[in-house]
């Protein structure tokens, strides 16, 4: 069956914040209920840049990297969620029911992406939808999506033996992948944020002068 994935390519992330905007506009003070109430005014977003700094000063390297929830096929948040609070829809969607999640506090605990906020007003925990309101009414994409200027994120539709083909020839791999948790965002070019970063430079010293190889080129 087919289901909903996100492709983010890290090299491609300039640490606009656009989609943390986009995510915040749609959002705060909009009641998408049954998908989920308002986001709370102040605190995160329901996607987070992190950032990475990489080598020593002059060989510097930054890298940043959008994390929205994974919508995990192995999630933990569904295990520790009672009543049934937390649920995956068809299309591979992880929607946290607000009504049966109020007062759960400890599923802000259970991500181990650190993906779900608690809204202190409303007494409930809240994360990414993948904009599942505005898929249902047959939007193609999702706000973050919309307002990403690079083309750092995107989503697909697609089967799971599609996205692994894909994943396989494109050299897309998923965030903390020891996890096991089975996650829905695949990334491009992560190792530019997990990965250490080599630099240095050539010089040879002529007549008792340095002088850069690179010059020579
Ligand atoms: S990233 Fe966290 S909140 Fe999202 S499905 Fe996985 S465990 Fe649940
Ligand atoms: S898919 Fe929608 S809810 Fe998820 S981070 Fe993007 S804008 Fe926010």
Known sequence: MKGWYFIIDAEKCENCH????????????????PITKPMAKKGRSWIEIKGRERGQYPFIDVCYLPVPC???DNAPCIRVAKNGAVYKRKDGIVIIDPSLSKEQKELVEA????????????KIPQKCTFCAHLLDEGWKTTRCVQACPTGALSIYYAEEAEIKEKAQTEGLQNYKA???SKPRVFYKNLHLFTKNFLGGSLFTIRGGIEECLEADA
């Open 18 to 33: 656009n989609c943390f905007l986009a995510c915040k506009d749609e959002h705060v003070n909009n009641d998408w209920t």
């Open 178 to 180: 020891n996890l096991n």
């Open 70 to 72: 994974m919508h995990c």
């Open 111 to 122: 991500c181990p992406y650190n993906a779900i906020t608690w809204n202190e007003e409303l």
